[in-house]
């Protein structure tokens, strides 16, 4: 049922990519002192959600597809500036963008779950 609604489809796609960016920059930070090490992002989740367009729309039966956009994201070169010893990971940086992610998964979550609410009230579920 809930694979038939965008707007879960498109919170489940949020949620993923939250989830992928955390995890690029876990890498980052990592590699904070790494000699040469070049620091990534992913693209935003608007420029890939768009570049998905109408693939988003398409779902196998019992299963929820994110898309093809969506799976094939790979991290990139960020900008920034490069240290002495060849590295350009900014910890700062790096903790502005995990809450940015942090807050992109909060939000998906709570679409998430006013849908469900929403969908709970009008079959006369209770909470």
Do not use: C, W
Request: proline share 5%; aromatic share 4%.
């Amino acid at each position: 049922m809930f694979e038939k609604l965008e707007l879960t489809r498109m919170a489940q796609a949020l949620a993923s990519h939250a989830g992928a960016r955390m995890g690029v920059i876990a890498r980052n930070v990592a590699h904070a002192d790494t000699p040469g090490y070049k620091a990534q992002d992913l693209p935003t989740f608007a420029s890939v959600f768009k570049a998905d367009g109408e693939a988003m729309r398409a779902t196998r039966p019992g299963h929820l597809s994110a898309g093809s956009a969506m799976a094939d994201m790979h991290a990139e070169n960020a900008p920034g500036r490069e240290a002495p010893n060849g590295n350009t990971v900014s910890l700062e940086g790096e903790m502005v963008k995990s809450v940015e992610a942090r807050q992109s998964h909060e939000m998906a979550l709570a679409v998430y779950r006013a849908t469900s609410d929403v969908i709970r009230a009008s079959l006369g579920r209770p909470r």
